[in-house]
């Protein structure tokens, strides 16, 4: 199978090191590594031509977002022939047996669409950052097995959706469901994609023996505010545009909730520019509201899911007693937007 790996950059001149030698330590052989930088404005591009010269660069000349740029990255790559793309940030290094797994995995079954890496904490590897992703019955996302011990015989098992940060996608599967949705910039269109996968009649699993060492927030603490922005604008948006009407109301609800609680903290602590930056993200979800439900016919959630989603911690039961709540709500949340 011929794979091609996805590296979206930008300014991880300290990062690609680790993350680029790891990948050339892979006991699978055919693969090709795109690295597709977005406006650096370090030496990441240099970095790569003069260290990695083996790496197919694609320099953009400004910060497009994740999804637009692994879209261009993915669009190269299959023109090139790849049978399936894997996708890895460069905050990751992988075992050199990471990309043998899932390929082994993908293998297995032409119905499997995509496989889901193990990530574990780069800084503390005896705990998993995650395997997968799970969604309750109103879209709220988190990390499978996020926080729990490292669990060396842990099996395979269909999941709702996998972390960009490190999968495989078959080619089949991108092309009946198609690539990232460009709206989000960052975050969630990884769940919004695996969606489109299962909708497409595939499946997602997991891989646990494919593992990667992830270091938590190394880049998204350079634009803090913009995080939790996007976290909030694009977690309604996914919602308007997978789950009906009443859902996506009860999420605005949780959402408003959510931010009051936090704003009032940042408040507090005179952080002003990260309880705007909420604010700001929940006005752009609701004014994407009327455009997203005009077309989300397009959109479903497919019924394989709907007994994963019950099975998670759903707050759409006791969302009417909100002080009930507020404890799960904080923590849950607060753990998804850790990525």
């Keep these: 199978m011929k794979v091609y790996v996805i590296i979206v950059n930008w300014n991880g001149q300290k990062l690609l090191p680790d993350c680029l030698s790891s990948l050339q330590k892979q006991s699978y052989s055919n693969f090709k590594i795109v690295v597709v930088d977005n406006g650096s404005t370090d030496e990441s591009i240099n970095l790569v031509k003069t260290h990695f010269s ?12 994740f999804g637009k740029s692994n879209n261009i990255g993915i669009k190269w790559a299959l023109e090139q022939g790849a049978e399936a793309i894997a996708l890895l940030n460069n905050d990751c290094t992988a075992t050199p047996d990471w990309l043998s797994h899932l390929v082994q995995g993908l293998s297995q079954d032409s119905s499997i669409g995509a496989c889901a890496s193990q990530l574990l904490f780069k800084n503390n590897p005896s705990k998993v950052n995650g395997i997968g992703i799970e969604m309750d019955e109103l879209g709220y996302t988190g990390d499978n097995y996020c926080d729990t011990d490292f669990n060396p015989h842990r099996l395979p098992e269909e999941t709702i959706g996998f972390t960009a940060g490190a999968c495989l996608i078959r080619r089949e599967a991108l092309q009946k469901a198609g690539l990232f949705d460009e709206f989000y910039f960052m975050y969630v269109e990884d769940v919004d994609l695996s969606l489109r996968i299962w909708q497409s009649g595939f499946k997602i699993v997991t891989v646990p023996q ?6 938590h927030n190394a ?42 609680i936090k704003s009032k903290k940042l408040l507090y602590r005179r ?34 899911l709907r007994e994963k989603m019950k099975k998670n911690k759903s707050w759409s039961k006791s969302c009417w007693n909100l002080m009930a709540v507020k404890k799960r709500l904080i923590e849950s949340y607060g753990r998804r937007e850790g990525d």
């Design 219 to 260: 880049t998204i603490k350079q634009f803090l505010h913009k995080k939790h922005y996007f976290t909030v604008r694009n977690h309604l948006y996914f919602s308007a545009k997978f789950f009906s009407f009443p859902q996506c109301l009860g999420v605005l609800a949780l959402i408003t909730y959510l931010r009051i």
């Design 271 to 304: 952080q002003w520019k990260l309880a705007l930056y909420y604010y700001m993200g929940l006005w752009a979800a609701i004014m994407q509201l009327p455009s997203v439900l005009f077309k989300k016919q397009s959109y479903r959630i497919d019924p394989r």
């Design 210 to 215: 494919a593992i990667v060492f992830h270091l």
């Design 54 to 65: 083996d790496v197919h660069l694609i320099s953009l000349p400004q910060n497009l977002g």
